[in-house]
Nanobody, 123 residues
């Protein structure tokens, strides 16, 4: 049984920072690619960032230079450091894991999901 639990969300002013964490349990982590998605009300689920099993990182254009994804295999945890936050970053952020280790940016390419955590950026 794989479980992903997000933490670290909340309310922050524009220009501020938050760090999201996703703790994984079960038979998954070091050999698996991990990703972060976000979903605002009425919108589709959009890919934000991903880290492969080898540690390569990838970002959607709108967060490049502001967000950083990282993983700590010893702690079975993936992080999303979010800086210079903007109101348009407001969404529920979800952690996801793949059974394989390569890059993926579509929701259907991920096998396991966390429940999500709210991030609200006020102007």
């Amino acid at each position: 049984q794989v479980q992903l639990v997000e933490s670290g969300g909340g309310l922050v002013q524009a220009g501020g920072s938050l760090r999201l964490s996703c703790a994984a349990s079960g038979s998954i982590f070091s050999n698996n690619a991990m990703g972060w998605f976000r979903q605002a009300p009425g919108n589709q689920r959009n890919w934000v960032a991903a880290v492969t099993d080898g540690g390569s990182t990838f970002y959607r254009d709108s967060v490049k230079g502001r967000f950083a994804i990282s993983r700590d295999n010893a702690k079975n945890t993936v992080y999303l450091q979010m800086n210079s936050l903007k109101p348009e970053d407001t969404a529920v952020y979800l952690c996801a894991a793949r059974k394989s280790g390569g890059l993926a940016i579509k929701p259907y390419q991920y096998d396991y999901w966390g429940q999500g955590i709210q991030v609200t950026v006020s102007s």
